[in-house]
């Protein structure tokens, strides 16, 4: 039988800037936590801050980890340190509860990895960047025989998606994460204490619905190759589970986890 994961691993840039260590170290083990607050209901995942600056992440289904990296990278702390992610997802033969994260060597792994280190060597970094096809050989389903295909779709929409933030001022990176967020631009206007109109304009003229938009596409496919593969709708019940769960503890803790 098969178990349909994906996975992240979390780099930091310029973590080793002498006055971050400490910082870095305990805001990521404080991100370890709130990983785990955030997954509890919604089957078993396994996290590990480790080797300083990163974290390895593995969850079950498709989808899981990149809707946790792209909340991380909205709510981070640290805009000078900026986290990287790399990803990737398919299918195990082992349920993740018997895997040792830490001792645990697959292809998905070694396939995040790789994106990871792609990662680090561009001069202009990209946030997230999906590896599906390096190392993994899975036929069993239709869709992975064109895995290549798909890697090359998923990074050039993560690219454009990362145009369209690095081009947001200050406000308008905060109304389109606190959108993400609360998903109504009336509680974003009173939490900021800003008038409706002047949110929707810094929504708009920040491309914030083109850059949510480009977050469910994503999660949208990786659903459906979910469903696809073990012909059930358990892909997309999970993610939305995951997505309110998420958004349920940042909107109880916001003052905390997020800097106005």
Same mark, same amino acid.
């Given at each position: 039988?098969?178990?349909?994961?994906?996975?992240?691993?979390?780099?930091?840039?310029?973590?080793?800037?002498?006055?971050?260590?400490?910082?870095?170290?305990?805001?990521?083990?404080?991100?370890?936590?709130?990983?785990?607050?955030?997954?509890?209901?919604?089957?078993?995942?396994?996290?590990?801050?480790?080797?300083?600056?990163?974290?390895?992440?593995?969850?079950?289904?498709?989808?899981?980890?990149?809707?946790?990296?792209?909340?991380?990278?909205?709510?981070?702390?640290?805009?000078?340190?900026?986290?990287?992610?790399?990803?990737?997802?398919?299918?195990?033969?082992?349920?993740?509860?018997?895997?040792?994260?830490?001792?645990?060597?697959?292809?998905?792994?070694?396939?995040?990895?790789?994106?990871?280190?792609?990662?680090?060597?561009?001069?202009?970094?990209?946030?997230?960047?999906?590896?599906?096809?390096?190392?993994?050989?899975?036929?069993?389903?239709?869709? %992975? #025989?064109?895995?290549?295909?798909? /890697?090359? $779709?998923?990074? @050039?929409?993560?690219?454009?998606?990362?145009?369209? &933030?690095?081009?947001?001022?200050?406000?308008?990176?905060?109304?389109?994460?606190?959108?993400?967020?609360?998903?109504?631009?009336?509680?974003?206007?009173?939490?900021?204490?800003?008038?409706?109109?002047?949110?929707?304009?810094?929504?708009?003229?920040?491309?914030?619905?083109?850059?949510?938009?480009?977050?469910?596409?994503?999660?949208?496919?990786?659903?459906?190759?979910?469903?696809?593969?073990?012909?059930? %709708? #358990?892909?997309?019940?999970?993610? /939305?589970? $995951?997505?309110? @769960?998420?958004?349920?503890?940042?909107?109880?803790? &916001?003052?905390?986890?997020?800097?106005?």
């Amino acid at each position: 039988m098969n178990y349909p994961i994906s996975i992240f691993i979390l780099d930091v840039s310029n973590s080793s800037s002498a006055d971050m260590g400490e910082k870095l170290t305990n805001y990521l083990d404080e991100l370890v936590n709130w990983i785990n607050v955030w997954t509890k209901e919604i089957g078993h995942c396994k996290v590990k801050h480790r080797a300083g600056d990163e974290i390895i992440f593995v969850g079950n289904g498709y989808s899981t980890a990149y809707i946790l990296a792209f909340f991380i990278s909205r709510i981070w702390r640290f805009k000078d340190h900026t986290p990287y992610f790399g990803l990737s997802f398919g299918d195990i033969a082992t349920e993740l509860q018997e895997v040792d994260i830490e001792k645990w060597i697959h292809p998905l792994i070694k396939q995040a990895r790789y994106a990871n280190d792609l990662l680090k060597q561009e001069q202009v970094r990209t946030p997230f960047k999906f590896e599906l096809d390096q190392f993994y050989e899975n036929h069993t389903f239709p869709y %992975n #025989q064109f895995r290549s295909e798909f /890697e090359v $779709l998923f990074n @050039s929409l993560l690219r454009l998606q990362m145009t369209m &933030i690095s081009e947001q001022t200050p406000i308008q990176e905060k109304v389109c994460t606190y959108y993400l967020i609360l998903q109504q631009q009336k509680a974003i206007g009173k939490l900021l204490g800003k008038t409706a109109p002047t949110i929707s304009s810094h929504y708009k003229k920040g491309k914030a619905e083109e850059i949510l938009t480009v977050f469910g596409q994503i999660i949208t496919i990786l659903n459906s190759f979910q469903e696809k593969s073990y012909l059930n %709708n #358990q892909g997309k019940t999970a993610s /939305e589970s $995951l997505m309110d @769960s998420i958004r349920k503890q940042l909107k109880e803790n &916001i003052d905390i986890v997020i800097t106005k």
